[in-house]
């Protein structure tokens, strides 16, 4: 197939300064956990983007000194020669596929404390550090001038490695120079203080350094928050944001804008739909003639191209989609727009940053797996066998599990107890909140539907006697997981005593529209999710709802997704009553007793309805009513019964995914080659015997 002619503009070359890009399509700077101790897996992360066919393609964070050190964060690092082979191997994989490689020259300010290097945290004013009870120092004449040096001697060690693009960086809430630029955290009182035109000073410094570093051979972006979303003490769109960009349009070769912190500028399908940036943008062209570059969780060519024909964005930036697809533009390119795997807008992959995990991503499996295990996005291994290979339940495990065998070659049955497939991403998609999760549904029906060899029998609940005959000579088991009724979870590891007067549900039951009445408590032991989206569906269905939690905050494991405090404050908002740091100890009479996980004390609430969010049960009869008989088994042909996803441990809707993926890419692999690489860095001696440059 052909490209559409209307998304031709997409593919549209772009100047950057000295340099052409080929096409629209820029993958903006995204954390993805492997820093600099994992460089090989970063360098294959990242060119597999450029194989999918994204015109330029960015690092995280790169910091250019030890006096901005994330740890226990993962970071690249532009510190001294021995930062050069990790970043050397980065650059040559983008570059393999004609890509331009970006760097984002980092300084982290008070947003970090160094914990690792022990130096002084700098700051435009001083001013305690983000995370721990140690406060920035103010930077006097001599600490500027050292950071432009630092900035100035990063941006040549980038050009040395290889990049194309160099970042200055004032964005994110996380950069020294967006600190500079905001009120509210720099109140100085000499020439870099106070105007609007003394706060953009050390921009303005730093951007001209590096041009005239760098800038013959290489483009400079300046990468803004334009709104902090922070009212008017901070930086405005329609104020101080636009006013920086026109204070200093055509200094740079492009400008990459962003609302910021990180919760807002990576917003979640739950809270904000695509193109979500756009009215902080849009006033950006304007003021520049240089391109504007511009994120917003952008999967439809069409959103895309409307924002180039209405002046909005002039390429498309992009993280998520490009982690959910790295071959998104190819995809687009060659016509095939219903293979594209949509971002769902669930921020699993910023949730693994910030546990200091590598990435993953729950759409794409492969991500962060392309090093280690040898997976891509696009390509299988060839079957190793002919082997007939049955798949039990179509939820987000065996819809994966199925389509990856299908595309190995293998001959699949998939059998779905329902009419419907999708399993718990189905149901769950229908609570308010996670519509969008569908989305991990549809890509692999779409696939499926495309491979011949794979054959979807709905309403066909197996029995253990149906799949000893069936010919499979492999079994898969993912039937998934039921929530448990009893109240055992996090806290309690017993059951809970409850009132057989009580209405008690699981979430099973909200999402089958089970009836509530009086007034409901949703206990969450879980922390996730579930709890939050459950509480709000009942109240927006009109029930009045109560939401108990053992732990200190609501849905407190969303933290980790950026979306803890806006889920809060939505379920305070719609008047869902929020009682933490209480476990549930019994209900009994229409009333709840909760006790405070601190003291013991009782506090009591009146309950007609208990939602249990506590943990789940895997659905494994079938697999113990197969597994117990293994002479049925030999006599049926069967070589092996295997459970995945939530059918052996109950987990996230990613982690359902790549179990999904990783029994298809093992089968018929022998042991030893489906083990993953273990990556160790490897510093030659005599780069480390080198001085170091700062
Ligand atoms: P996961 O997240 O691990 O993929 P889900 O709970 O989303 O698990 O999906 C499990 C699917 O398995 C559900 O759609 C369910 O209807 C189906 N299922 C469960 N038991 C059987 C069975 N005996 N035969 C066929 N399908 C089944
Ligand atoms: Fe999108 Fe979720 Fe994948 Fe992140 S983890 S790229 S938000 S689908």
Redesign the pocket.
């Given at each position: 197939m052909s490209r559409d002619p209307r998304y031709d503009i997409l593919f549209e070359p772009i100047q950057l300064g000295p340099l052409r890009m080929k096409n629209r399509f820029y993958q903006v700077p995204h954390c993805n956990g492997l820093g600099d101790t994992l460089p090989q897996a970063h360098a294959a992360m990242r060119g597999v983007k450029a194989e999918g066919g994204w015109g330029a393609i960015c690092t995280e964070i790169l910091s250019i000194h030890p006096s901005s050190d994330s740890t226990p964060f993962a970071q690249v690092k532009l510190w001294d020669s021995s930062d050069e082979p990790g970043l050397r191997l980065l650059t040559d994989s983008i570059h393999e596929y004609g890509a331009l490689a970006g760097a984002e020259l980092a300084h982290g300010g008070f947003a970090v404390s160094n914990r690792n290097t022990r130096e002084y945290a700098l700051a435009p004013s001083a001013i305690p550090t983000r995370r721990d009870p140690i406060q920035a120092r103010a930077m006097d004449r001599a600490d500027i001038r050292a950071y432009r040096d630092w900035h100035r001697r990063a941006a040549l060690r980038a050009r040395e490695v290889g990049f194309d693009i160099v970042y200055v960086y004032a964005a994110d809430d996380l950069e020294l120079l967006q600190f500079f630029l905001s009120r509210r955290r720099n109140q100085r009182l000499d020439e870099y203080g106070g105007s609007l035109e003394n706060r953009t000073r050390l921009l303005r410094e730093v951007i001209s350094d590096t041009r005239d570093a760098i800038g013959d051979s290489c483009a400079v972006v300046v990468r803004l928050t334009i709104d902090e979303l922070s009212g008017p003490d901070g930086i405005l769109a329609e104020a101080e944001g636009r006013d920086i960009v026109a204070l200093l349009a055509e200094l740079p070769d492009a400008w990459d804008v962003k609302i910021s912190g990180w919760a807002e500028d990576s917003q979640t399908s739950r809270f904000a739909a695509e193109g979500y940036q756009e009215p902080y943008a849009r006033y950006i062209k304007q003021v520049t003639s240089k391109p504007v570059i511009g994120t917003g969780r952008f999967t439809s060519p069409d959103a895309m191209v409307s924002q180039i024909r209405r002046g909005i964005l002039d390429v498309i930036g992009s993280a998520?989609p490009s982690?959910?697809d790295p071959f998104l533009p190819n995809k687009i390119d060659e016509g095939r727009i219903e293979d594209i795997r949509e971002?769902?807008?669930?921020?699993?992959?910023?949730a693994q940053y910030n546990i200091g995990a590598p990435i993953a991503?729950?759409?794409?499996p492969s991500i962060g797996e392309e090093y280690r295990r040898g997976w891509h996005p696009e390509r299988h291994a060839r079957a190793g066998s002919d082997d007939l290979v049955l798949v039990v339940g179509a939820g987000p495990s065996g819809l994966e599990c199925a389509q990856s065998l299908g595309k190995r070659g293998y001959r699949v049955m998939l059998a779905e107890a329902g009419r419907e497939l999708g399993g718990r991403v189905t149901l769950e998609s229908r609570l308010f909140g996670p519509a969008e999760w569908a989305r991990v549904r549809d890509w692999r029906v779409g696939q499926l539907a495309k491979l011949a060899n794979v054959a979807v029998y709905r309403e066909s609940r197996l029995s253990v006697a149906d799949i000893l005959g069936l010919e499979a000579a492999h079994v898969v088991l993912a039937t998934g997981a039921t929530w448990r009724r009893d109240g055992f979870g996090r806290h309690n590891h017993k059951p809970i005593p409850i009132d057989a007067g009580v209405t008690l549900l699981t979430p099973d039951d909200v999402m089958r529209s089970a009836p509530v009445s009086g007034p409901v408590i949703v206990f969450d032991d879980d922390d996730y999710y579930m709890g939050g989206v459950v509480a709000e569906t009942l109240r927006r269905a009109g029930a009045e709802v109560t939401l108990v939690t053992p732990a200190a905050l609501a849905s407190a494991w969303t933290v980790n997704t950026l979306e803890q405090e806006k889920i809060q404050r939505r379920l305070l908002e719609s008047g869902i009553e929020v009682i933490c740091n209480r476990n549930l100890a019994r209900v009994s009479d229409h009333v709840a007793d909760l006790a405070c996980v601190f003291t013991g004390r009782v506090m009591r609430v009146p309950c007609a309805t208990l939602v249990m969010v506590t943990a789940r049960l895997p659905n494994d009869a079938l697999y113990y009513g197969l597994t117990e008989d293994q002479a049925a088994l030999a006599g049926a042909g069967v070589k092996s019964v295997t459970r995945v996803g939530d059918c052996a441990a109950a987990g996230t809707i990613?982690q359902a995914v790549f179990t999904g993926r990783r029994y298809a890419e093992t089968l018929d692999v022998p042991e030893e080659a489906a083990r993953p690489l273990r990556e160790r860095v490897m510093v030659p001696e005599s780069i480390r015997k080198q001085d170091v440059l700062f």
């Open positions: 998520r982690i959910a971002c769902i807008g669930c921020n699993i992959c910023v991503c729950t759409q794409n990613a």
